[in-house]
């Protein structure tokens, strides 16, 4: 039985503080059947450290670079998000994919490096509109993947996560069917089972991605594939976030 997960994907969004406020909302949050983490921008982590330490609510990172330390002007590495007691990171979301050009292979870098910083990775996927309509949505997805996780051993991708996120789905206002969001996942837990056998297949957990908010999350979480949600925009409104999320734990 996998536990429900539901993440918080703050995008640029948080400054000063506004970050502050809306921690402490998500601070308060009871326990129950389900995970939730928080992802900020990095310069709101060392809040969300101070501000979720000692609850049950986790925090994470929206991106790491792949490299321990060096001449990497600007990047941030998995040391560095660890000592912010950060115990997660997205991966490969698109946004960085399509604005700042990020391949398959270096995110399969950077979900090899923050496992090896004993993090847990979240390796977003997902296709464009286009790729839709022109039936290739299994395939995009399935390639993401396998890229994504070249780098993983077996008994480590029962402890992933996978985000599935249609990218005509984000910040949209329009999620996909929790039909098509079931049959994507299928298929994503249908390539980690060829990949790396069964137990992964079980282990794995898949969210759905793409305009979730407490309306339409619980006919994502019916969903056999469906482990729980990445959250965007909603995650930005602490009561809209905690509603969600009491809908996951419930
Ligand atoms: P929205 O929930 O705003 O559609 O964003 C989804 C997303 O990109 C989460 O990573």
Same mark, same amino acid.
């Given at each position: ?16 503080? +506004? ?15 389900? #995970? ?18 000692? %609850? ?14 060096? +001449? ?9 998000? %660890? ?15 399509? $604005?700042?050009?990020?391949? #398959? ?17 979240? $390796? ?24 994504? $996780? ?24 329009? +999620?996909? %069917? ?23 297949? #079980? ?32 995650? $930005?409104?602490? #009561? ?11």
């Amino acid at each position: 039985m996998r536990r429900a997960l539901i993440a918080g994907n703050w995008k640029m969004n948080g400054a000063g503080d +506004a970050a502050a406020a809306l921690l402490q909302v998500v601070a308060k949050a009871e326990p129950g059947a389900a #995970d939730l983490v928080v992802c900020p921008p990095f310069t709101a982590l060392s809040e969300a450290q101070r501000l979720l330490c000692g %609850t049950f609510v986790q925090w994470g990172a929206q991106n790491v670079y792949p490299a321990p330390s060096g +001449a990497y002007t600007g990047e941030i590495s998995p040391a560095m998000l %660890t000592a912010l007691g950060c115990r997660w990171c997205i991966c490969g979301h698109s946004e960085r994919r399509q $604005l700042l050009g990020e391949t #398959d292979g270096f995110v399969g870098q950077k979900v090899r490096a923050v496992l090896d910083a004993g993090m847990t990775p979240i $390796l977003c996927v997902g296709e464009t509109a286009g790729e839709r309509q022109d039936g290739r949505t299994a395939s995009v997805v399935e390639r993401e993947v396998e890229k994504g $996780l070249t780098e993983v051993a077996a008994d480590e991708a029962a402890r992933l996560v996978i985000a599935y996120e249609p990218i005509w789905a984000i910040g949209a206002g329009q +999620a996909a %069917t929790a039909e098509e969001a079931e049959e994507a996942c299928g298929w994503l837990r249908e390539c980690v089972f060829r990949l790396f056998g069964r137990a992964a297949a #079980d282990g794995v957990r898949i969210l759905y991605g793409g305009s979730v908010g407490s309306g339409n999350i619980a006919s994502f979480l019916a969903m056999p594939d469906i482990d729980g949600a990445l959250i965007g925009g909603a995650s $930005l409104r602490a #009561d809209e976030f905690i509603s969600i999320y009491n809908t996951a734990k419930a």
